[in-house]
T-cell receptor, first 113, second 109 residues
Framework: NAGVTQTPKFQVLKTGQSMTLQCAQDMNHNSMYWYRQDPGMGLRLIYYSASEGTTDKGEVPNGYNVSRLNKREFSLRLESAAPSQTSVYFC????????????FGEGSWLTVV | GQQVMQIPQYQHVQEGEDFTTYCNSSTTLSNIQWYKQRPGGHPVFLIQLVKSGEVKKQKRLTFQFGEAKKNSSLHITATQTTDVGTYFCAGPTGNQFYFGTGTSLTVIP
């Protein structure tokens, strides 16, 4: 049981390049999330998906797009990477509802130069 | 929008000392969750508090939810080096969970 799997683990991009972070969960969860983590800023929600076929903006959506491909997969795309997007990105999932535990992937370290 | 603030941002303690982190929300929360992130790792769920004034314990960790359900605390008694990491609180708004800014704990042997 892998839980939440995200790839790649490390990536270096040049300014203006595009890339997609992939995420998959095998827990049959309805809700999936993308967070970014920066020093002193905690975990900030980029986008979330309450169920297959739906996505909504979080706190910091600018510069990102997402796709909920099916119930298992939720990808995050940077269309034109900027140095300000250098961060650690975490994908997460949970059962629907406010009282459910969030399970995180191991993180993707992205550097934009 | 909802804001969840934590203090302190950093805390260094000698091994064996106690540690407390505080979480404050700008809005009333239906519940609050606490997570721990080891250095280089990902956040891992510790506990959830739902009721006003609720207190829960996990060995040396004591979690408290305020009477107004707008604040919470995590207290660690007699810290150990295994307690090192960043502790986050998280509260829901709609279908989203907003995380606090985190408290990074360093334990000096």
């Amino acid at each position: 049981n892998a839980g939440v799997t995200q790839t790649p683990k490390f990536q270096v991009l040049k300014t203006g390049q595009s890339m997609t972070l992939q995420c998959a969960q095998d827990m049959n969860h309805n809700s999936m999330y993308w967070y970014r983590q920066d020093p002193g800023m905690g975990l900030r929600l980029i986008y979330y998906s309450a169920s297959e076929g739906t996505t909504d903006k979080g706190e910091v959506p600018n510069g990102y797009n997402v796709s909920r491909l099916n119930k298992r997969e939720f990808s995050l795309r940077l269309e034109s990477a900027a140095p300000s997007q250098t961060s650690v990105y975490f994908c997460a999932s949970s059962e629907a509802g406010r009282t459910n535990t969030i399970y995180f992937g191991e993180g993707s370290w992205l550097t934009v130069v | 929008g909802q804001q969840v603030m934590q203090i302190p941002q950093y805390q260094h303690v000698q091994e064996g000392e106690d540690f407390t982190t505080y979480c404050n929300s700008s809005t009333t929360l239906s519940n609050i969750q606490w997570y721990k992130q080891r250095p280089g790792g990902h956040p891992v769920f510790l506990i959830q508090l739902v009721k006003s004034g609720e207190v829960k314990k996990q060995k040396r960790l004591t979690f408290q939810f305020g009477e107004a359900k707008k604040n919470s605390s995590l207290h660690i008694t007699a810290t150990q080096t295994t307690d090192v990491g960043t502790y986050f609180c998280a509260g829901p708004t709609g279908n989203q969970f907003y995380f606090g800014t985190g408290t990074s704990l360093t334990v000096i042997p």
